[in-house]
């Protein structure tokens, strides 16, 4: 414990000692007051109080008693922001060493009074329950259509401060309990129902989607849970001008749409160019299929390859959109719109699923052995439901439930009230974390090895452990070091880990907002959903390469490679790549290296109309070098758009660049923009949707300006160079995101000296990723809890200072 709380105190004093050869020595707080009084008087001034800062109130000699003030300064001096722009500055040396010395003391006052934090009481969010009922049962479930959308805090949606509970989400999770319970289980008295799948028309349906069989093209697959073996029929609805004709009209002869099963046809349509929109819906005949999950797909057979104008490759607009004079499907390909499933009839029972496979360990043969079989079908789930071995009252409990319904039905009908009972269960809902009844209020406590077995599985894969995290942690040994990295290689190495790229990454780079992308359809033609798709994607990927390839974190920033499908590839225009299919490539363009080359994370920084240098700087300084601008006064007048539109008159043409300029005229508005726009403009190049352009609304790109630490901004890799001179801001905020994501809460001042604690660990060896991971894991607050303080009676759950 010992070395765990004393390792944030070492973790700049080395980084003090290698710029005392090249930089004054502040030794003492008289030395760094004689600093910031030669060159931060303006910390006085009217101007920053604006900003909510001012080191007044700074006290050098005792700065635990301040450490939210000089904290705040520390990041200033580290991302070049103090001095401000077009005051004197010391060389970069002087800088470092000064903000070294204040971290130093920093980590100092809090070795001598640590505190790993108390997390309030942690619910599972959707994405961390879908996951866990995945693992546990093998069913696949759409938790957007049972549970309510998750709060989000910070940028990510595992903050315990935000995960709180009503009456009307717990209802919610009894519901989803009662029908994942069935869909695990099957259910040979289900009545028929009807699921509806749709196409958004902003999804272009030119080329083969990912699922369905190959020689197809557009269409749709998903995965559907089918409760019972019996007849089931599927209903195509196609999408349709305003005046009700099939979209595709003219091309629709010959056409045929095939319905699949797991890749079998098992329904051929022919495409009648007749049909209206009032004679939509034509269905198959019954087609028995399997109980559990299948992929269905429906798709168009290829008759023939070439150029097709898809005047259909539009964003979320209606028909009536459609420019005026152009016939709306004369040229495009029918399109799919729904695909409905109605079942079952016909029922034959309930074949052995995947699930079932998962949830019946054994059978029983007569029945004296159901009682023996549900003990331990029941007890095998709930030590995984439950992330804990069971007890003697938790497998009585759930065998009343199995009663309960073994009374009104079968033995399956049985388990499959127990497993509600577990799905519905605090004990699966919740992540509790006991302390020992021993521990003085207001102290430190090491957290069990099962509690750190639910931290490590929830951060590395937003699931429950599996058995053998759990059998390791039943014995004690998951905190021995040696144990604990096995672990964490071996979790990393799971295809489940995909999830720090598909939700840290997507939160952490804001690339869920690319899900609402909805550039101009007039000015970005080009554009479809398949495309944003694909740009979500290209980061990803990126960022799945440098986690399992245990490359250096810089990476994400200056990355010589890519991964691209062939949608992507014609975005950019590199050539020979085919199919959905995503490869990695080379960058050889210097603007294209690493996120910032990346068309996603441009498009995300945009309006629909237009670039937005705003944007794009505030992303930079937020998610890259964790220094958000203020927020905007408020009454700020938008900025004036051109007038160019669907009639293609341009009154009076302005670059965003002039138009931007008039805009920081207002003195109320300059402070800020001075700070974000030359970051935006240097990035200008690129237009909404992330493609290479030289002129804006007809005049020469201008992406030259300077940045607030005062080096020369002229395009994209300038302005990378620039972030990767402040790398240690960059792997700063890298960590705290990490951290916060892996606590699943809030990181503030008192958390800064494990933040450096970890990069100093990860700096030994190039900054790789596994060693934030492991420097994560191995800290304070993830091994770690604060015991409640005494005093008035607290809530763990909702809101609350994590470090009371």
């Given at each position: 414990?010992?070395?765990?709380?004393?390792?944030?105190?070492?973790?700049?004093?080395?980084?003090?000692?290698?710029?005392s050869?090249?930089?004054?020595?502040?030794t003492?707080?008289?030395?760094?007051?004689?600093?910031?009084?030669?060159?931060?008087?303006?910390?006085?001034?009217?101007?920053?109080?604006?900003?909510?800062?001012?080191?007044?109130?700074?006290?050098?000699?005792?700065?635990?008693?301040?450490?939210?003030?000089?904290?705040?300064?520390?990041?200033?001096?580290?991302?070049?922001?103090?001095?401000?722009?077009?005051?004197?500055?010391?060389?970069?040396?002087?800088?470092?060493?000064?903000a070294?010395?204040?971290?130093?003391?920093?980590?100092?006052?809090?070795?001598?009074?640590p505190?790993?934090?108390?997390?309030?009481?942690?619910?599972?969010?959707?994405?961390?329950?879908?996951?866990?009922?995945?693992?546990?049962?093998?069913?696949?479930?759409?938790?957007?259509?049972?549970?309510?959308?998750?709060?989000?805090?910070?940028?990510?949606?595992?903050?315990?401060?935000?995960?709180?509970?009503?009456?009307?989400?717990?209802?919610?999770?009894?519901?989803?309990?009662?029908?994942?319970?069935?869909?695990?289980?099957?259910?040979?008295?289900?009545l028929?129902?009807?699921?509806?799948?749709?196409?958004?028309?902003?999804?272009?349906?030119?080329?083969?989607?990912?699922?369905?069989?190959?020689?197809?093209?557009?269409?749709?697959?998903?995965?559907?849970?089918?409760?019972a073996?019996?007849?089931?029929?599927?209903?195509?609805?196609?999408?349709?001008?305003?005046?009700?004709?099939?979209?595709?009209?003219?091309?629709?002869?010959?056409?045929?749409?095939?319905?699949?099963v797991?890749?079998e046809?098992?329904?051929?349509?022919?495409?009648?160019?007749?049909?209206?929109?009032?004679?939509?819906?034509?269905?198959?005949?019954?087609?028995?299929?399997?109980?559990?999950?299948?992929?269905?797909?429906?798709?168009?057979?290829?008759?023939?390859?070439?150029?097709?104008?898809?005047?259909f490759?539009?964003?979320?607009?209606?028909?009536?959109?459609?420019?005026?004079?152009?016939?709306?499907?004369?040229?495009?390909?029918?399109?799919?719109h729904?695909l409905?499933?109605?079942?079952?009839?016909?029922?034959?029972?309930?074949?052995?699923?995947?699930?079932?496979?998962?949830?019946?360990?054994?059978?029983?043969?007569?029945?004296?052995?159901?009682?023996?079989?549900?003990?331990?079908?029941?007890?095998?789930?709930?030590?995984?439901?439950?992330?804990?071995?069971?007890?003697?009252?938790?497998?009585?409990?759930?065998?009343?439930?199995?009663?309960?319904?073994?009374?009104?039905?079968?033995?399956?009908?049985?388990?499959?009230?127990?497993?509600?009972?577990?799905?519905?269960?605090?004990?699966?809902?919740?992540?509790?974390?006991?302390?020992?009844?021993?521990?003085?209020?207001?102290t430190?406590?090491?957290?069990?090895?099962?509690?750190?077995?639910?931290?490590?599985?929830?951060?590395?894969?937003?699931?429950?452990?599996?058995?053998?995290?759990?059998?390791?942690?039943?014995?004690?040994?998951?905190k021995?070091?040696?144990?604990?990295r096995?672990?964490?290689?071996?979790?990393?190495?799971?295809?489940?880990?995909?999830?720090?790229?598909?939700?840290?990454?997507?939160?952490w780079?804001?690339?869920?907002?690319?899900?609402?992308?909805?550039?101009?359809?007039?000015?970005?033609?080009n554009?479809?959903?398949?495309?944003?798709?694909?740009?979500?994607?290209?980061?990803?990927?990126?960022?799945d390469?440098?986690?399992?390839?245990?490359?250096?974190?810089?990476?994400?920033?200056?990355?010589?490679?890519?991964?691209?499908?062939?949608?992507?590839?014609?975005?950019?225009?590199?050539?020979n790549?085919?199919?959905?299919r995503?490869?990695?490539?080379?960058?050889?363009?210097?603007?294209?290296?690493?996120?910032?080359?990346?068309?996603?994370?441009?498009?995300?920084?945009?309006?629909?109309?237009?670039?937005?240098?705003?944007?794009?700087?505030?992303?930079?300084m937020?998610?890259?070098?964790?220094?958000?601008?203020?927020?905007?006064?408020?009454?700020?007048?938008?900025?004036?758009?051109?007038?160019?539109?669907?009639?293609?008159?341009?009154?009076?043409?302005?670059?965003?660049?002039?138009?931007?300029?008039?805009?920081?005229?207002?003195?109320?508005?300059?402070?800020?923009?001075?700070?974000?726009?030359?970051?935006?403009?240097?990035?200008?190049?690129?237009?909404a949707?992330?493609?290479?352009?030289?002129?804006?609304?007809?005049?020469?790109?201008?992406?030259?300006?300077?940045?607030?630490?005062?080096?020369?901004?002229?395009?994209?890799?300038?302005?990378?160079?620039?972030?990767?001179?402040?790398s240690?801001?960059?792997?700063?905020?890298?960590?705290?995101?990490?951290?916060?994501?892996?606590?699943?809460?809030?990181?503030?001042?008192?958390?800064?000296?494990v933040?450096?604690?970890?990069?100093?660990?990860?700096?030994?060896?190039?900054?790789?990723?596994?060693?934030?991971?492991?420097?994560?894991?191995?800290?304070?607050?993830?091994?770690?809890?604060?015991?409640?303080?005494?005093?008035?009676?607290?809530?763990?759950?909702g809101?609350?200072?994590?470090?009371?």
């Amino acid at each position: 414990m010992g070395k765990l709380l004393n390792c944030c105190a070492l973790a700049v004093s080395a980084a003090c000692a290698a710029y005392s050869q090249s930089a004054p020595a502040f030794t003492t707080p008289a030395s760094q007051r004689a600093f910031l009084n030669q060159y931060c008087s303006y910390c006085h001034n009217d101007q920053l109080k604006r900003g909510s800062m001012s080191l007044t109130a700074l006290d050098l000699e005792h700065i635990g008693k301040s450490a939210e003030l000089a904290e705040k300064a520390v990041r200033k001096v580290r991302v070049g922001l103090m001095p401000p722009p077009g005051m004197p500055r010391p060389n970069a040396p002087t800088l470092k060493a000064f903000a070294a010395s204040l971290e130093s003391a920093l980590d100092q006052a809090a070795a001598a009074n640590p505190n790993p934090g108390r997390p309030a009481l942690h619910r599972l969010n959707r994405t961390e329950y879908a996951n866990s009922v995945r693992d546990l049962l093998g069913v696949q479930v759409d938790v957007s259509a049972l549970l309510p959308p998750d709060d989000m805090s910070h940028g990510f949606d595992n903050m315990a401060d935000v995960l709180t509970v009503s009456p009307t989400l717990m209802e919610g999770y009894i519901r989803a309990a009662g029908r994942i319970s069935r869909e695990a289980v099957g259910d040979p008295d289900a009545l028929p129902l009807t699921t509806t799948y749709q196409i958004p028309r902003v999804a272009s349906q030119i080329r083969h989607v990912e699922g369905t069989p190959f020689g197809t093209r557009g269409g749709m697959a998903v995965v559907h849970n089918f409760p019972a073996d019996g007849d089931y029929v599927f209903k195509i609805g196609y999408y349709y001008a305003a005046t009700g004709a099939l979209f595709g009209v003219n091309q629709g002869k010959g056409q045929q749409l095939e319905v699949a099963v797991n890749g079998e046809r098992v329904a051929l349509i022919d495409v009648n160019p007749s049909l209206t929109l009032a004679k939509d819906g034509v269905k198959t005949p019954p087609i028995h299929i399997k109980a559990g999950d299948q992929r269905i797909s429906a798709s168009f057979l290829i008759k023939a390859d070439g150029p097709i104008e898809d005047e259909f490759a539009m964003v979320e607009q209606t028909l009536v959109d459609v420019s005026a004079g152009a016939v709306p499907g004369i040229t495009t390909l029918p399109h799919l719109h729904e695909l409905s499933i109605t079942g079952p009839t016909n029922v034959s029972g309930v074949s052995d699923t995947a699930s079932r496979l998962k949830i019946f360990t054994c059978k029983p043969a007569a029945g004296a052995d159901e009682i023996p079989c549900a003990k331990k079908i029941i007890s095998g789930l709930t030590r995984q439901a439950y992330r804990r071995p069971v007890n003697d009252r938790d497998i009585e409990d759930l065998l009343n439930f199995y009663q309960t319904g073994r009374n009104q039905g079968s033995f399956d009908s049985g388990m499959r009230t127990a497993i509600q009972a577990i799905l519905a269960s605090p004990e699966f809902v919740f992540r509790f974390e006991r302390v020992p009844a021993t521990a003085a209020p207001g102290t430190n406590v090491r957290i069990g090895d099962l509690e750190l077995a639910s931290r490590l599985s929830y951060f590395l894969w937003s699931s429950a452990p599996d058995d053998p995290l759990i059998t390791v942690a039943s014995q004690g040994k998951l905190k021995d070091p040696a144990v604990l990295r096995q672990q964490v290689r071996r979790m990393l190495a799971d295809s489940r880990s995909n999830a720090l790229s598909t939700k840290f990454a997507d939160q952490w780079l804001h690339l869920q907002n690319l899900n609402d992308a909805n550039p101009d359809l007039y000015l970005f033609p080009n554009f479809d959903k398949t495309l944003a798709q694909s740009m979500k994607r290209e980061s990803e990927l990126l960022f799945d390469s440098v986690m399992r390839d245990n490359r250096s974190v810089l990476d994400l920033l200056t990355a010589d490679y890519t991964f691209v499908d062939e949608r992507l590839a014609r975005h950019y225009g590199i050539p020979n790549v085919m199919g959905e299919r995503f490869r990695r490539v080379p960058v050889t363009d210097d603007n294209r290296k690493g996120l910032l080359g990346h068309a996603g994370i441009l498009m995300l920084t945009s309006t629909a109309i237009r670039t937005s240098p705003v944007q794009r700087g505030k992303w930079v300084m937020e998610v890259l070098l964790g220094t958000p601008p203020p927020p905007p006064p408020p009454n700020v007048p938008a900025l004036p758009e051109n007038s160019e539109g669907r009639t293609g008159h341009v009154a009076k043409p302005e670059s965003v660049r002039e138009r931007m300029e008039q805009h920081r005229a207002d003195p109320n508005c300059a402070g800020c923009h001075k700070l974000m726009d030359p970051i935006g403009f240097s990035l200008e190049n690129f237009d909404a949707v992330g493609v290479w352009r030289t002129n804006d609304s007809g005049f020469a790109i201008d992406a030259a300006g300077q940045m607030f630490d005062g080096a020369k901004l002229n395009g994209p890799a300038s302005l990378r160079q620039a972030v990767v001179n402040h790398s240690d801001a960059f792997l700063s905020t890298f960590t705290e995101s990490l951290l916060a994501y892996g606590l699943g809460r809030v990181i503030d001042y008192r958390d800064m000296p494990v933040v450096r604690a970890i990069n100093t660990y990860a700096e030994k060896d190039d900054h790789r990723f596994l060693d934030y991971i492991m420097g994560i894991v191995n800290s304070p607050p993830f091994q770690m809890r604060r015991t409640e303080d005494p005093g008035p009676a607290k809530t763990e759950m909702g809101a609350g200072d994590p470090h009371q």
